[in-house]
């Protein structure tokens, strides 16, 4: 498609996965970040690919610097966001700001620099704790949290305002556990792939909360990558959608964990225990989650390829360089 790629949260997680997918892919990309959460080795990675991609440092809520990064862009990948649930109820105010103003000032660039597709990223929590599983999109949606509600008001946000760009495709992706290299372990309430995976390298016990019957729907960066950017040459206006971003299929954590003393045992790391150390269930955790992908397989050509070993074995190698 004409244009260069425009990537906002281009510093974390997701964000720098999805670049460096891009810049292999031989595309030209912005990236946009303000390292609120990403990281500047996030951003030397992608540097270091090459002279297609250029670094912008600023913040979402900042619509001047936001629109004037984002001029030629031929698709805008949103993706930067304050993503701490816990954060989102100690400060609402900064959570909205973000999240909503955020967004609606990354969909406004995005109709200024007429580009062909704005991709946001929304998230199962607008789902909150609804046991009616698999999880579709047209399920109830209940947030329990400002993060949720948040994510929820950037959907309807879109929905609404879709009509008025009529170059622009706009679609909304529901991600579920998204998991791979690069992603941060710090902190109470981090993925749990990546903290557990950081204890275990450092050959310490990982804790569970629960019994390890909750079950999650974790699904690779790298097929994530590869959606958004088929999603992105779009070369036809198509009707905003929402789609649900995971596998179709559950993992419970005493299952991961299996799967994580496999991946480290095939690559010569043996671990000195057989479980993670339980801790009760945590109040607000949700218990079970799983995805239905039907549409985003229908609609979207989405084919995640990638099971939890192979994944897990992934970032060993490219994170930790570890059985290559």
Same mark, same amino acid.
């Given at each position: ?14 964000? =720098? ?132 509600? =948040? ?137 079970? =989650? ?35």
């Amino acid at each position: 498609m004409a244009g260069m790629w425009f990537v906002t949260g281009a510093a974390g997680f997701i964000g =720098s996965n999805v670049v460096e997918h891009l810049l292999r892919a031989g595309e030209t990309v912005v990236g946009f970040d303000n390292f609120a959460t990403g990281t500047r080795k996030n951003v030397e990675r992608l540097q270091r690919a090459g002279s297609r991609f250029t670094f912008v440092e600023g913040d979402i809520r900042d619509a001047a610097t936001l629109e004037r990064s984002a001029q030629g862009a031929g698709a805008v990948v949103h993706l930067a966001a304050q993503v701490r649930v816990q954060e989102s109820f100690r400060d609402y105010a900064y959570n909205n700001a973000v999240n909503v103003d955020g967004f609606l000032n990354a969909l406004k660039a995005a109709a200024a620099a007429r580009a062909r597709a704005f991709i946001y990223a929304s998230s199962c929590a607008v789902y909150g704790d609804n046991p009616a599983l698999p999880l579709r999109e047209t399920s109830d949606v209940r947030p329990l949290s400002p993060y949720g509600v =948040s994510k929820l008001a950037n959907e309807g946000y879109a929905a609404v305002l879709d009509p008025e760009l009529a170059e622009t495709t706009l679609v909304g992706l529901r991600f579920f556990n998204i998991y791979g290299p690069w992603q941060d372990a710090r902190g109470a309430y981090a993925a749990v792939i990546a903290k557990w995976l950081e204890a275990c390298l450092r050959g310490e016990r990982p804790v569970m909360f629960g019994d390890g019957s909750a079950t999650r729907d974790f699904c690779f960066v790298d097929d994530v990558a590869r959606l958004i950017a088929g999603v992105g040459r779009t070369n036809r206006k198509r009707p905003h959608g929402i789609y649900n971003v995971g596998t179709g299929e559950k993992t419970t954590l005493t299952e991961l964990f299996a799967a994580l003393a496999d991946a480290l045992a095939a690559s010569g790391k043996r671990l000195a225990f057989d479980s993670p150390r339980g801790e009760p269930w945590r109040a607000g955790d949700i218990v079970h =989650s799983l995805a239905d992908v039907t549409r985003a397989r229908a609609e979207l050509g989405f084919a995640p390829a990638t099971d939890i070993r192979a994944g897990l074995g992934r970032i060993l190698a490219l994170q930790h360089g570890i059985g290559r």
